[in-house]
């Protein structure tokens, strides 16, 4: 029994005055040597720690509020509260608070908070003006009792006392039977004074009062005060709407009057603070700071409460799924869970993450997979509304319940699905719903969430489930409303910019716009799975056709989507965009735009501007081969000079490169001559050796060749150095692709192959008759990279276009 009776939260005031849960445990008061007082201790209930350790000070205001809570200040903008399960544990502890202080107990606040500027006038101030006195609570003293409570108000310590005053002989309630008087009597002038004074007594920001103030018999006629404003002609009707429109709708009976009772009341609060209480100037916002926790604590109770009730959720779900419930009370047990899910967020972490396991416990995500696919309108979006909650809580949940579901021969039921028919298929003109579901879609493939270290395979097994059973159902808008690469060339052959088969429908561009965001992000985030999407589905073509729209937002999109391919600079997409020549499409835009100062001028331009400055070789040399001519008049900018300037470079490189390796060649050649020189007796070169000897192999197999080639031109033949020599080394790759190890024979002066028989390069030319060799030189010039080079060797040919990236 102690321990439900002591059982409490420690709450802790943030800097945007909310209150932050810091843990729940039971409370104790005993003497704290350290402290050399009595303390109020807090340990934690599930381990034992120490939540809270604060010494009773002496001169510390606490206050009691709502008969289960304290509320005390330990320093400047550091608030505390103790929230009791049980009155009777919060009358102990307040008990004790008191009896330190030597306060009595029947107060609600033991200290009178005074700032420094006013505690010296306070203690020079006779001790009789400690007291506010309020004048007899009459019809003729409203004018005088509305001056003293607006007086009041910019003065801490005056605000305390006229709380005191207020609680005290039930003064509140007598006011409140005056403006019944009032009312009935239309006595206008009385109501507005009456106005100004529960204005004022609202902001005088005590739990105590409100607690008066809010109780079922009292709370109408304050809203019922607070519909004459002075400054409007007429009154307003706050009571009329609570009362007739606003309709308080059980889905399932509750039983429990307390919890009735709490939700009536927090919601004519909520509306007197939202809807009838002015906005707060700067000034204003900390009066009614109370009030924003009488209503916080208010959520939490209600919540707390019907989570405990597993009979009533139970029943609610049973209700929700069950074929045979119509659809009005479909639509109240969604709703219901819409304010539910609502309330929840007022929880700190710690209990949300309780809150929306008995959910899921409870079947919330196989409910919503049903009604999310229902024809109503109102339960669609109030199903969307509950299902973001639980996306935004925690997105592993949702896609461990997804890869869970039963693999149905129809993909359509899978709830991801069902999210993505619902936004393909948003009435809305402004696709507001649309918006939201991608938001979510988003946010559960976003890999930046499913890092946690308890489940490291989460990200490869949903993206793989994904992209098999979600994908082809999120891309079915785009590819139905872009043509096949045969009708784009038709299309693009006509004099019309305008791509009839792209539709113009404003909503259905907005629609392919938010697909395209979201495959972007793809691009972006999931690298091999997109990469494979887009090669097998040939996508980056069908967006490109949306390059013709006539909204121009979509055509940005679709450019958008290709600037993030290349911004990869990954080469299996920039062979993909070689291949499929999808550049053309961009620039036919570029040219169609043409001088116009725009932002698609702007962004296509930025997308050369990054193959550039990037240096991507490939698609340089694509771009200068293929569209320079069409580009080299556009002048404003230095782009594509620029473009075509990185071209000549490689060129140019690769032209030193090649030449500097033939240089080589040739000087190792004639130091080998010089040394046979040297080594003749007569000082005349010999053949030290004979090719036949040193190659038999080989030198058979040319020997053959040479009789079929020896009517071919003599431009075939390798050409001498200058010192009469020849390059002759083993070419091992052609020598292994042939079964054979035959000898390749190059000029060590030329920058391209001998022509084969059949007029295409060759590696293998057409040797001399009496090569010039010496054992020796296989080693000097077998060079490791001689194969690499000889397939540069080979792209050079002038036979072809020279291209960087081929």
Avoid at 175 to 199: A, K, P, S, T
Avoid at 309 to 337: H, P, S
Avoid at 387 to 401: H, I
Avoid at 577 to 595: A, C, H, M, R, S
């Amino acid at each position: 029994m102690s321990d439900t009776r002591r059982r409490v939260k420690v709450y802790t005031l943030n800097e945007d005055r909310q209150w932050d849960d810091r843990g729940t445990g039971h409370v104790s008061s005993t003497f704290v040597e350290r402290l050399k007082g009595i303390s109020l201790l807090v340990r934690a209930e599930s381990d034992g720690s120490l939540l809270l350790e604060s010494k009773i000070s002496p001169n510390t205001a606490y206050q009691k509020q709502q008969d289960t809570l304290i509320v005390w200040s330990e320093a400047e903008n550091y608030d505390l509260a103790l929230s009791f399960q049980e009155k009777a544990g919060c009358d102990e502890i307040w008990e004790k608070i008191c009896q330190v202080q030597g306060k009595d107990p029947a107060l609600e606040i033991t200290q009178d908070p005074i700032d420094e500027s006013e505690e010296e006038r306070f203690e020079e101030m006779p001790e009789t003006s400690h007291l506010v006195e309020l004048p007899p609570c009459e019809l003729a003293r409203l004018e005088e009792i509305a001056d003293l409570v607006t007086s009041v108000l910019s003065s801490p310590i005056r605000r305390e006392k006229l709380a005191l005053a207020l609680m005290s002989e039930g003064y509140m309630k007598k006011l409140l039977q005056l403006f019944q008087v009032c009312e009935d009597l239309d006595n206008r002038e009385g109501l507005h004074h009456l106005y100004e004074i529960i204005r004022g007594v609202l902001f005088l920001n005590k739990a105590a009062l409100f607690e008066v103030m809010f109780s079922d018999d009292c709370i109408m006629d304050v809203v019922g005060c607070l519909e004459f404003d002075p400054s409007l002609v007429q009154p307003k009707k706050h009571r009329e709407f609570l009362t007739k429109t606003a309709k308080f709708k059980e889905v399932i009976p509750i039983t429990d009057s307390e919890l009735r009772q709490k939700i009536h009341q927090t919601y004519r609060v909520q509306y007197i603070q939202d809807i009838i209480l002015p906005t707060p100037s700067v000034f204003e916002e900390n009066f009614l700071s109370t009030l924003t926790s009488f209503i916080f604590f208010n959520k939490v109770e209600i919540v707390s409460m019907l989570q405990e009730d597993e009979k009533f959720l139970t029943e609610v779900f049973a209700q929700l799924t069950d074929e045979a419930t119509d659809d009005g009370k479909r639509r109240e047990l969604v709703n219901f869970f819409k304010e539910f899910c609502a309330f929840s967020q007022t929880l700190q972490p710690q209990n949300r993450d309780a809150f929306f396991k008995t959910l899921a416990n409870l079947g919330i995500l196989p409910a919503l997979e049903i009604v999310m696919g229902m024809d109503d309108l109102q339960v669609r979006a109030a199903a969307t509304d509950i299902f973001s909650y639980l996306v935004e809580f925690s997105p592993s949940m949702v896609r461990e319940f997804v890869m869970q579901e039963p693999q149905q021969t129809d993909d359509d039921v899978l709830l991801i699905n069902v999210v993505i028919k619902q936004m393909i298929c948003d009435s809305d003109p402004e696709l507001g719903g649309a918006v939201q579901l991608m938001g979510l879609l988003r946010t559960l493939i976003d890999p930046e969430n499913m890092l946690a270290p308890t489940n490291k395979t989460e990200k490869t097994e949903f993206l793989s489930f994904f992209y098999k059973y979600c994908m082809q159902v999120l891309t079915v808008p785009l590819l139905a409303s872009t043509v096949d690469e045969k009708n784009c060339k038709d299309l693009q052959e006509g004099s019309t910019k305008i791509n009839p088969v792209c539709p113009d429908n404003f909503q259905t561009a907005q629609l392919l716009a938010l697909i395209l965001e979201l495959l972007t992000f793809c691009v972006e985030h999931h690298t091999y799975h997109i990469k494979t999407y887009i090669m097998n589905k040939d996508l980056l073509r069908r967006v490109l056709v949306l390059m013709n729209s006539k909204h121009t937002f979509l055509a940005l999109c679709a450019l958008r989507f290709m600037r993030r391919i290349i911004g990869q600079k990954d080469e299996y997409y920039n062979r993909y965009i070689v291949k499929g020549n999808l550049f053309e499409p961009v620039i036919n835009t570029l040219l169609d735009n043409g001088t116009r100062y725009n932002l698609l001028n702007s962004a296509i331009i930025e997308l050369f501007e990054f193959i550039k400055v990037e240096d991507i070789k490939s698609l340089i040399a694509h771009i200068i081969d293929n569209y320079y001519k069409a580009l080299e008049s556009i002048e404003y900018v230095q782009t594509f000079k620029g473009l075509k300037g990185r071209y000549e470079q490689e060129k140019d490189r690769q032209t030193l490169r090649l030449n500097s390796r033939y240089r080589r060649d040739a000087r190792t050649l004639d130091e080998d001559e010089d040394e046979e020189m040297w080594f003749n007796e007569d000082g005349e070169a010999i053949e030290k050796s004979r090719p036949e000897e040193e190659f038999p192999e080989s030198y058979g197999k040319y020997m053959e060749a040479k009789k079929v080639k020896e009517s071919d031109n003599k431009e075939n033949f390798p050409k001498r150095t200058p010192t009469g020599s020849f390059k002759f080394t083993f070419s091992h790759s052609a020598g292994a692709a042939n079964g054979t190890n035959g000898a390749n024979c190059k000029p060590a002066t030329s920058p391209t192959s001998a022509a084969s028989p059949n007029g295409s390069p060759a590696k293998s030319a057409t040797p001399p008759a009496t090569p010039v060799v010496k054992t020796a030189m296989v080693g000097l010039v077998d060079y490791p990279d001689d194969e690499d080079e000889d397939d540069e060797d080979e792209e050079q040919s002038p036979r072809k276009r020279p291209r960087l990236g081929s």
